[in-house]
């Protein structure tokens, strides 16, 4: 009889792993049991790591969910340029950068940042990390909606135009934690795509 022999994987990719899976579970918590209801416990117990080994590389709620702040922050620039690379070009495109955006903050990985974003109000552990990662963000998606856009932001009243694109859509993705009222969104973007289209037409595209 033959013996097959076992490949053992490398403590350092278990260990990655291992992260992983507690991160993706801290961002699922935040989501269905916001801040307050997530715990280490319910966060290992969802990751199926011991208590032990979590505790070992997260030893408070604070330090996972600020591992978990950084996670979403990758999780979030990957996830809006993969989106971008699939916009479709021609006339529509202003539309569709629109609903990219809208579909983007209304996912559960806005939803999770948010309750972070009201813990760190009143945490200033977790406001001096959450704060940063934040602005980084900012930047990023700033800079993705004007080159999606093709935006001249030399032209006057451009750079506020691309910010006012991006918090509209934020307030429609904090609207929708209360009432997913998505025509209402459509016809908003529907309107918001024509306002850009007017004084964006003089940027190159």
């Known amino acids: 009889m033959t013996t097959v022999p076992t490949t053992r994987v490398p403590q350092e990719e278990r260990t990655r792993a291992m992260r992983a899976r507690l991160l993706e579970a801290t961002v699922d918590c935040l989501v269905e049991r916001g801040f307050t209801g997530t715990s280490t416990t319910l966060v ?15 030893p408070s709620k604070n330090a996972l969910v600020l591992a978990a702040v950084e996670h979403l922050t990758v999780v979030r620039g ?8 699939r916009l479709p070009t021609g006339a529509t495109r202003t ?47 700033h800079r993705l909606v004007v080159d999606a856009l093709g935006a001249d932001e030399a032209q006057p009243g ?42 964006l037409q003089g940027s190159p595209s």
């Open 44 to 58: 290992s117990e969802r990751a199926g790591v011991s208590r032990g080994a979590q505790l070992h590389h997260f």
């Open 158 to 199: 451009v750079r506020e135009l691309v910010q006012a694109t991006l918090d509209l859509v934020r307030g429609l993705g904090l609207a929708t934690t209360i009432t997913d009222d998505a025509k209402r969104r459509g016809r908003i973007l529907d309107q918001w795509a024509l306002v850009l289209d007017t004084h």
């Open 95 to 141: 539309r569709a950068v629109l609903e990219m955006l809208g579909d983007h903050f209304a996912s559960p990985v806005f939803f999770a940042a948010l309750e972070l974003w009201v813990a760190a109000r009143t945490d200033e552990a977790l406001l001096a990390a959450v704060a940063p990662l934040e602005q980084r963000v900012g930047r990023e998606a």
């Open 78 to 85: 990957a996830e809006l340029a993969a989106a971008a690379a």
